[in-house]
């Protein structure tokens, strides 16, 4: 099967396809036009933007993820595509707080799991999980999930005091001389 020759006039009609906010008949036209220029080894990150622009347009902000970071790799000092990445991870942060709600166990997790494999773990999507789990009585995976985030920032209150908690249900006394110390220096901290 071969494919049909696309140029600029149609990445032009895909544009206009996409300005006037028909997205779905942009993103099929923007695919072939990828899908043709994979075959020619003429790769277009304006293209590739755009599939994820399209995506995210259409509510799908996994699918918009795996396309920007095509983009970003692609082109790593880009700031617009990394700018548009910020918000997609944002879009991604948001749903999975709302699959929670919704109380879809199943796809926060892979959610959540997606954004850690990208490297793109917030500390509020951290935080959404790790009160996923001790709700759960999960506290070996919540222990694990503050303890990555304490290390990153170990003196975030919430983190520290969700810690403390699970400390305080298993009697680890040693955990909680150790947030003591760690209280008494945020708290120090916060009096400068």
Known sequence: MSLKRFNVFDVRDAVELYSNENYKEALDLFLKIHEYSLTTM????????HIACCYDMLLNP???????NLACDNDPLNSYFEG???VIY???????ESKMLEGD???AEKIYTFIYKSGRVTSASQFTMIRFHMR??????AKEMLDNALGRNPYDRDFIN????IAEIEGDQKILEQLSLVDQVVGGLKDQ
Do not use: G, P, Y
Request: aromatic share 10%; hydrophobic share 40%.
């Open 136 to 141: 759960q009585k999960n506290f070996t995976t």
């Open 90 to 96: 944002n879009k991604i942060s948001d749903l999975l």
């Open 42 to 49: 003429q790769n277009s990150n304006f293209v590739i933007w």
């Open 162 to 165: 969700l810690r403390k908690e």
């Open 84 to 86: 548009s990445r910020c």
């Open 105 to 107: 166990v199943s796809m």
């Open 62 to 68: 996994l699918e918009a993820a795996h396309w920007i």
